[in-house]
């Protein structure tokens, strides 16, 4: 995500530069930006998940004792992990219709935009069954102490 970050800083930096002091542009690289953005969000929506710091209004959740405090984390991760499941199977048939035209500057198909979604989908699933997987076992630890 840095790495890709970093990209779209310097290009962007070099586009401003040709474009208001040599009247130049680069063909493609308006594009090139683009996609590489949404990767860094597709990918940052996973990670942000896998930190446990999505977005979350909380306000209600506070209000209750803490004892249903896993309880509705849990019931948070279940819904997310099926948001983005349903969003990757939806995604497949778009990305079927759409992926196959050309990007109108670089050529590119635009299965190389669109496939960042499932990617995306695909980190967010994995990040909400690890979590679940670790509440499990911390459920089994306190499980056994007692």
């Known amino acids: 995500m840095v790495g890709f970050l970093f990209l779209v ?29 949404i990767y860094t969000t597709a990918i940052g929506a996973a990670v942000s998940i896998g930190k446990n710091e999505h977005i979350a209004i909380d306000v209600f959740v506070n209000i209750l004792p803490s004892k249903f405090h896993k309880t509705i984390k849990l019931l948070q991760l279940v819904l997310l992990f099926t948001l983005h499941l349903t969003l990757f199977i939806y995604c497949l048939d778009w990305i079927n219709k759409t992926g196959g035209y050309l990007m109108p500057a670089t050529g590119l198909p635009r299965l190389v935009a669109t496939a960042s979604v499932p990617l995306g989908c695909v980190l967010c699933v994995l990040y909400c069954f690890k979590i679940l997987i670790n509440i499990a076992e911390e459920t089994g630890e306190g499980i056994e102490k007692q």
């Open 9 to 37: 800083f310097t290009i962007t930096l070099v586009l401003v530069f040709l474009r208001y002091v040599l009247n130049q542009s680069i063909t493609g690289a308006n594009e090139i930006v683009t996609i590489l953005f």
